[in-house]
């Protein structure tokens, strides 16, 4: 360990896709959750020269990201049927950079501790213990929903609980929110933020937009998934205007590079073309779904987002299975004691069950 680093660092397990991204051509990637189709060749071909003839590479990036922010909360707005501003409006490099203001805005130099349900997403505790921050987890039920009684315990134990993390639907899991949890999350008192990560919900369509009017709700989401712009790193926050601005008061100033949000307004203007592409992803995971549960040595729990989560009930582990379909030519990703399958196109699926048949 170098002498002056922090000693805590040495505990730290950084972030892996385990992408073998020099090799992906080679590869089925269904391992990160993305859109399998990349953007139309039309709208590739306009961003190309937006990005040569309208953006000067000389000058920073729009700081204050105004038609980004119009765009996003139009989109909200008529997808949710609610009034959402651009003041409630706050963008990041991707959603993780938002997560990690959001934890130095409430919990950085002790000021407090964050709640996740395992399994979850797991750059919440692992930004938070890069902070120094503490993270309290609780269990969640066979069906993955939250077990409250836990949850209550432990904000009764640690009142220095200062956000509670929830992900709509989870991931790795699929599950959305209940009724149950939605009820015990709006019952949360004002002193502790509530952040929904809706990272899936062009998937699921379902949100919690309609509790924007809170204090201390706070929704996250992104241009990574459904709007197939992984590589532009775009992730955005809604909440009350003074709780978006405490956000804005904290991100790194240009820190959205002038293509990614060329890319998003674009996305956002073809959002209808982009989005429509979502019912047949829907379609592809229902049948992947019913063929799994055909598999005696498989568990496989419903979803509402782009991904299915299995567990092996026979002989073989998830670590065998992970494995074998790497060796075949699919990337899954392994994690929480099972396999998290990322919905691909129709081939890819099919190859993904003849693959996992063999391995079985």
């Not at 990201?65 to 009034?83: C, F, H, N, T």
């Not at 993270?135 to 009764?156: K, M, Y």
């Not at 369509?205 to 201390?216: C, D, I, P």
């Not at 820190?255 to 203007?269: G, I, K, R």
Request: glycine fraction near 4%.
């Amino acid at each position: 360990m170098l002498p002056f680093l922090r000693s805590d660092l040495s505990e730290l397990v950084a972030y892996s896709s385990e992408g073998h991204e020099s090799h992906a051509a080679e590869f089925d990637k269904l391992d990160t959750n993305e859109f399998p189709l990349d953007l139309p060749e039309a709208l590739k071909e306009k961003l190309a020269f937006l990005s040569a003839q309208q953006i000067q590479s000389n000058r920073y990036p729009d700081a204050s990201y105004v038609g980004l922010r119009q765009e996003i909360a139009r989109y909200v707005s008529e997808s949710a049927d609610a009034v959402v501003t651009p003041e409630q409006i706050s963008v990041g490099n991707g959603s993780d950079e938002l997560i990690r203001s959001i934890l130095i805005a409430t919990c950085l130099n002790h000021a407090g501790s964050i709640l996740v349900a395992e399994p979850t997403f797991s750059m919440y505790a692992i930004l938070a213990r890069s902070l120094g921050i503490p993270v309290v987890s609780v269990p969640r039920h066979e069906n993955f929903e939250i077990d409250i009684a836990a949850a209550q315990s432990a904000l009764a134990q640690h009142p220095e609980i200062r956000v509670v993390f929830l992900v709509h639907p989870n991931s790795p899991t699929g599950n959305a929110l209940t009724e149950a949890e939605l009820t015990w999350a709006k019952a949360l008192p004002p002193e502790i933020l509530v952040v929904v990560d809706e990272a899936y919900y062009e998937f699921s369509g379902q949100t919690t937009v309609a509790e924007l009017s809170r204090s201390n709700w706070m929704i996250l989401r992104t241009f990574s998934k459904a709007f197939r712009l992984a590589a532009h790193r775009l992730g955005y926050a809604i909440a009350q205007p003074e709780l978006a601005l405490a956000l804005e008061k904290i991100r790194l100033p240009y820190n959205l590079p002038s293509v990614s949000q060329a890319a998003a307004c674009l996305a956002l203007t073809h959002r209808k073309e982009l989005l429509a592409e979502v019912k047949s992803l829907r379609q592809e995971r229902e049948q992947l779904y019913q063929v799994l549960l055909t598999h005696s040595d498989l568990r496989v729990w419903p979803s509402a987002a782009n991904f299915l989560f299995i567990k092996t009930l026979g002989s073989r582990s998830a670590a065998e299975l992970h494995q074998g379909l790497q060796q075949q030519g699919t990337l899954v990703r392994q994690t929480c004691g099972g396999l998290r399958i990322t919905v691909g196109t129709a081939e890819e699926n099919q190859r993904t069950l003849a693959r996992l048949r063999q391995v079985l």
